[in-house]
């Protein structure tokens, strides 16, 4: 793929040099447009902006697939999370089952571990046709290697057209080794999927630039398609228990689950009920709740609504919380139903981590704070006494 | 121990504005800076080089020819060398390509012992691209790293996050690990290393120079394409929720409970 300005039908208009988000156009000695590949993202803007349709994409011949046909059906990796089958699995099988009404292919749940007949029913009720259990006890353990290895076994079987998994420290880490191994295309961290007919491309809608700005992206000439999804975003469908599906248990080649790499423990979090990547509901707690002792405010009317406690950067740089809980740029990004910021004034690296978020609650004395930028509802005040006095509300409430 | 760390330069968004109107990051006019979460990966490496004074470190970045900057900052952290991946030929690179290229690089350097990068970039955002060069190079691979525990020669005990909780592990070398926030602060350049940076001479690698096919690299080696880029519709105007605390609280529950958001 590249892209190139057509002479003949350029009027020197300039539109292209002024629309393009990278500047890699320039007029050149001769009035034309010239394209600084080097620059270029090939995002298309100066195509579509370009009132005399003068700027066009070159399909370069790419190495054809030619078993490119082969390829059928989609196939969702699923994870498990605190022991048991995690949310997005579920997410990405109610996805995946409305991308199969367009493609006609069934959809593949793949289990990478031993799961109970009851957790193979709730996959079928979500939407898979098909449940793929590998059963070596060793896909338990959390080495992305073994899984990998039992995962490429599975594909080059199964050739799928489209696999997706969640966008998690299991998900995106396990697709990336995959994408490699099958030279193919993967996008991270989609919360959009649509496919697009008769080429059966998967269309997958990324944010940037912390959500400021949205791509669309595809695979157009390697299979499988490949993708990870935001957990919190696709809609689980309503499980139907009188769903058919076919249940197939296997074991990958013993091989495959050795790994140098030696897991030694896991150390949950305890410092809240709640994690912040599957959480409805966040409190954040910012510079403004002036010490670490003050979280117990937050977390109070975390537990209230249910949430999880979130923070921004500076009270996990003092030590007044752990990383795990930073929201934002070096933390982590979320978009829960609620996020409520207190104390936080919304500093930019904050805001591409949250500003996704459904309804955003912002509980801060300046009335020029830039998190209200991004907020539905501002309460200016001191949060010493506001928060307290939703404490005491949402407990009336809940009487 | 010989340890290369994977460095890319980013705009700086802490210099971005957010667009009154539009609500957009208004990213004109940002200066480049190294990815944050490269600082954490070079300060991972300097951590094993404290107590492994024998380790050499050498940082490498694909970029433009601007991106020497940023090498030169790792430089100046106390990185010993660095190489510059740069040609025309890699513009373009998808995560595929660009962790091709990567490890096209580390096996010219060879007998590399850890490869280090940060968790992800904070303009792409994928954290594709370290476990792609660990698949590339057939390597052990851990995500995430959030301490070094245990340093030897040929071994490292680390610690690792995920949504669960910290997993720790026994990770033999080589191996590929990247880094988030948790390993601790990026160290500031002391005055020695600063003028070594200044005189370091980074040689500039092409396809060439790492034997690279063309068909694997930049726009040509990246299956993904972007189709449309757009903006999102954003959220309307604030509403300030008015009165003394007591009332802002009682009315900020129930528009809270008649929107069913609790």
């Known amino acids: ?399 | 121990m010989k340890i290369v760390v994977c460095v890319k330069q980013v705009p700086d968004i802490s210099q971005a504005k957010v667009d009154p109107e539009t609500y957009t990051i208004i990213r004109t006019g940002v200066d480049a800076v190294v990815n944050p979460f490269d600082l954490y990966a070079v300060e991972a490496a300097l951590q094993i080089k404290d107590n492994l004074p024998q380790t050499k470190v050498t940082a490498i970045s694909m970029g433009p020819p601007q991106a020497e900057a940023a090498l030169k900052e790792v430089i100046s952290m106390g990185v010993d060398d660095a190489i510059l991946l740069s040609s025309k030929h890699f513009a373009g690179s998808d995560t595929l390509a660009t962790s091709y290229v990567l490890s096209k690089a580390i096996n010219q350097i060879k007998d590399v012992d850890l490869i280090i990068t940060g968790r992800q970039a904070i303009d792409g955002d994928t954290a594709q691209v370290g476990p792609g060069i660990a698949a590339h190079l057939n390597l052990p691979l851990v995500t995430d790293v959030n301490g070094i525990v245990e340093i030897k020669p040929d071994e490292l005990k680390i610690k690792a996050m995920t949504e669960e909780g910290y997993l720790y592990y026994f990770l033999p070398l080589p191996a590929l690990i990247s880094i988030g926030k948790g390993i601790g602060e990026p160290r500031m350049p002391s005055l020695r290393n600063k003028s070594r940076a200044r005189k370091a001479i980074i040689p500039v690698w092409t396809p060439e120079e790492i034997d690279a096919e063309y068909q694997k690299i930049g726009l040509k080696g990246s299956p993904t394409q972007v189709v449309k880029i757009f903006t999102p519709e954003v959220g309307g105007e604030v509403l300030f929720i008015e009165g003394e605390p007591p009332q802002q609280a009682e009315r900020m529950v129930e528009i809270l409970g008649q929107r069913h958001i609790i």
């Not at chain 1, 290697?145 to 880490?173: K, M, N, Y």
């Not at chain 1, 700005?213 to 696709?234: D, E, G, K, W, Y």
């Open chain 1, 1 to 399: 793929m590249s892209i190139k300005v057509v002479i003949d039908r350029c009027v020197s208009c300039g539109v292209c040099v002024k629309e393009c988000p990278v500047a890699a156009i320039a007029m050149n000695e001769e009035n034309l447009p010239e394209i600084n590949l080097d620059k270029c993202t090939l995002c298309g803007i100066c195509i579509d902006k370009c009132p005399t349709g003068a700027i066009v994409r070159t399909h370069q011949a790419q190495k054809a697939q030619e078993d490119y046909d082969q390829y059928r059906g989609i196939m969702v990796v699923a994870e498990r999370e605190d022991g048991e089958i995690a949310r997005v699995t579920y997410e990405l099988l109610g996805k995946a089952t409305r991308l199969s009404t367009h493609l006609k292919q069934p959809v593949t749940a793949v289990h990478l571990g031993p799961a109970t007949d009851q957790e193979v029913r709730e996959l079928i009720a979500s939407g898979a046709d098909r449940v793929i259990i590998v059963e070596n006890e060793e896909l338990n353990i959390p080495l992305v290697g073994v899984r990998a290895r039992a995962l490429h076994d599975l594909v080059v079987d199964e050739l799928p057209e489209i696999i997706l998994a969640g966008s998690t420290s299991q998900g995106r880490p396990l697709l990336s080794k995959l994408a490699v191994k099958f030279q193919t295309g993967l996008t991270a961290d989609c919360t959009g999927l649509d496919v697009e007919m008769p080429d059966r491309h998967l269309l997958q809608t990324r944010p940037a630039w912390g959500g400021s700005i949205m791509a669309t992206i595809l695979t157009a000439h390697n299979r499988p398609q490949m993708a990870t999804v935001r957990p919190r975003v696709m809609r689980r469908l309503k499980p139907d228990y009188n769903r058919k599906g076919e249940v197939i248990r296997i074991k990958t080649r013993p091989e495959n689950v050795e790994d140098p790499v030696k897991f030694i423990e896991l150390i949950k979090e305890s410092t809240s009920k709640v994690r912040l990547d599957n959480a409805d509901i966040i409190v954040s707690g910012g510079r403004g709740i002036k010490s670490p002792d003050n979280f117990t405010l937050i977390e109070k009317l975390a537990n209230l609504l249910n949430g999880a406690v979130g923070s921004s950067r500076p009270p996990v740089d003092d030590g007044w919380i752990d990383h795990a809980h930073q929201v934002g740029q070096t933390g982590r990004t979320v978009a829960p139903k609620l996020y409520v910021a207190v104390g936080i004034s919304g500093a930019i690296q904050h805001l591409v981590g949250m500003q996704s978020s459904e309804c955003i609650v912002a509980i801060n004395k300046d009335q020029e704070a830039p998190i209200l930028k991004v907020a539905d509802y501002a309460i200016i005040g001191d949060l010493f006494k506001v928060v307290p006095e939703m404490i005491k509300a949402l407990e009336k409430r809940q009487q």
